[in-house]
Structure formats: structure tokens, C-alpha cells
């Protein structure tokens, strides 16, 4: 079992950037499926980018593509989200996710679907105005 705590949000302009983190209370780096989501009210949570394997290899929603990236300092047990050129439309929940790998083998799109994943943090806030 793992658990996660996401930091990092806040409110920005358009155009800006934000860094979220997701600590970990152990280490996922080759054990876990990690990435993150967000949900905004009345919408459905959707992925926005994941880990895929143990050698860093990454998948994102086209919505995010060239914007966020995704990365893990495996010494720190610690996943961020660079989130640059950010949109209104970005404004959202956003929570990390853990799935054990043990579990069964994901996709890069089963990657990005909130039901596969077993472990969220508690979600911090992303506004963004224009």
C-alpha cells in the first residue's frame, strides 16, 4: 500500500505556470503504475499524464501534450507535473494516482482511466484566470 500527498496548486493567469508534487510514502519507481488526473466540478475525472514503466517512458492526454510534463525523482519518492501555457480550461482538481504493478499490465491509454488505479492523494486545486 502506498500513499500519496499532492502539493502545489493555486491560481494563476493564463499563459502562466505551476508545478505540482505528489509525495509518496514509499517508493513507486518499478513497483507502480503513477500519474496524475483532474476533475473539474460537474465533469468526469480524466487523465492528464502517467509513467508507464520503469524506465521513465510516459504517456499524456492530447489536451496537455507539449505543455506538461510529467517526471519523478525516485530519491525523494516524488512525482511533479510541470504545467506551463496554462488555460482556463485547465482549471481543475488534480490528484495523483498509484496503481501496483503486480496488478496487471496497463496500456498507455488503460493508463489514463482513473478506474485502473487503486491509490489517490487527497487532490490540490488548479485555477487559472484569464
Known amino acids: 500500500q502506498v500513499q500519496l500527498v499532492d502539493s502545489g496548486g493555486g491560481s494563476v493567469q493564463a499563459g502562466g505556470s505551476l508545478r505540482l508534487s505528489c509525495a509518496a510514502s514509499?517508493?513507486?519507481?518499478?513497483?507502480?503504475?503513477i500519474g496524475w488526473f483532474r476533475q473539474d466540478t460537474g465533469k468526469e475525472r480524466e487523465g492528464v499524464a502517467a509513467i508507464i514503466d520503469s524506465v521513465g517512458g510516459t504517456t499524456s492526454a492530447d489536451s496537455v501534450k507539449g505543455r506538461f510534463t510529467i517526471s519523478q525523482d525516485n530519491a525523494k519518492s516524488t512525482l511533479y507535473l510541470q504545467m506551463d501555457s496554462l488555460r482556463t480550461e485547465d482549471t481543475a482538481m488534480y490528484y495523483c494516482a498509484a496503481r501496483p504493478q503486480w496488478a496487471g499490465k496497463l496500456t498507455a491509454i488503460q493508463a489514463l482511466q482513473s478506474t485502473f488505479f487503486n491509490y489517490w492523494g487527497q487532490g490540490t486545486q488548479v485555477t487559472v484566470s484569464s
Open positions: 514509499r517508493s513507486t519507481n518499478y513497483r507502480y503504475y
